[in-house]
């Protein structure tokens, strides 16, 4: 049945080459970009092929520790993707792998589930109600950076948002869509922000949480070009700040923060790595309940904005 499995859904391992895609940059931070790309993939093969939680403890843990998180994204894509064949149940296989090995990696699996989202075309609300309240809207991130990655002349180029998401889910899927331009600039940090100022001023403000996102988690480049990044984000400082230290947190919950998750914290927050994921864990306190899924500001957004006032008010992020 895997194999079978595989055969319908799988993904050609050369729709991760950035060379496929038309992204350029310097060979090095390429190669270590579209190892993400090729280590996402393996992740949602094995999803695909065996979704019990033990075989992918074994498969997925096999994965160095920097790049275990982007494995467990691509399982997360995979079981959404099995699971959304029988619509009339929960989760179950998602939510099995998140109560096993996958709970280090929670932020990145919900990720995952955008993919499938975008694959699939499965509605937002369908998804979202079946997701933590609070962490389902990182499978819209998810979607953001599908889209702006293997539909970059459209949703980057263009700058078009799909029709279908409405409200909160516009914003959040452009929080994922500044998490592909590190990939799809190749984090050439003069051409991501270079490419953030042709968007809508509008849409900025989340494009710049994205980019510290994926500049902290992915990282590649030395200080003096974060330094560049936080100096060109101006008045979206905190927007830039607060990805990083959610990028901090996720690296640290999954036991593995590397020099690129601790120089990222430190520029873009001014902030140890340690506490910069402290603060994300502060400003869960007292949130609304619930998914808001109709509200322009769900819980997930006021989380997001406590951390932004947080970071400014140490002075860190201002």
């Given at each position: ?41 393996d992740g949602y093969h094995a999803a ?155 849409r900025h403000h989340d494009l710049w ?110």
């Amino acid at each position: 049945m895997g194999v079978l499995t595989r055969r319908i859904f799988g993904v050609d391992p050369s729709e991760g080459s950035f060379a496929k895609r038309g992204f350029h940059g310097a060979p090095e931070v390429r190669q270590r970009l579209e190892r993400v790309a090729t280590t996402f993939l393996d992740g949602y093969h094995a999803a695909l092929e065996d979704p019990s939680p033990e075989s992918l403890k074994v498969r997925l843990g096999a994965v160095s520790d920097e790049f275990r998180g982007w494995v467990y994204e691509g399982a997360g894509m995979g079981l959404t993707v099995l699971d959304a064949f029988t619509p009339w149940r929960p989760l179950r296989r998602f939510d099995a792998l998140l109560a096993d090995s996958g709970d280090s990696y929670t932020y990145l699996i919900h990720v995952g589930a955008g993919w499938a989202m975008a694959r699939l075309r499965l509605p937002t609300g369908w998804l979202l109600r079946r997701l933590d309240p609070l962490l389902g809207w990182l499978a819209l991130d998810g979607y953001g950076f599908h889209e702006g990655f293997f539909h970059h002349r459209r949703t980057v180029v263009e700058a078009r948002v799909p029709g279908r998401l409405e409200g909160y889910a516009r914003r959040a899927f452009d929080q994922g869509l500044g998490r592909s331009l590190w990939f799809s600039e190749a984090a050439d940090v003069e051409r991501v922000i270079a490419r953030l100022a042709t968007f809508a001023p509008s849409r900025h403000h989340d494009l710049w949480s994205g980019v510290g996102l994926a500049a902290t988690y992915a990282g590649g480049v030395p200080v003096e070009h974060l330094e560049r990044l936080r100096q060109a984000a101006g008045g979206h400082r905190p927007a830039l700040a607060q990805g990083a230290a959610f990028a901090a947190k996720a690296r640290l919950r999954g036991g593995f923060a590397d020099q690129n998750t601790a120089r990222g914290a430190q520029v873009l927050c001014g902030l140890s790595c340690e506490d910069a994921a402290a603060a994300t864990d502060h400003a869960l306190t007292d949130l609304p309940s619930g998914h808001g899924l109709t509200e322009e500001r769900p819980p997930f957004e006021h989380w997001r904005t406590k951390i932004q006032h947080t970071l400014t008010s140490a002075g860190v992020a201002a």
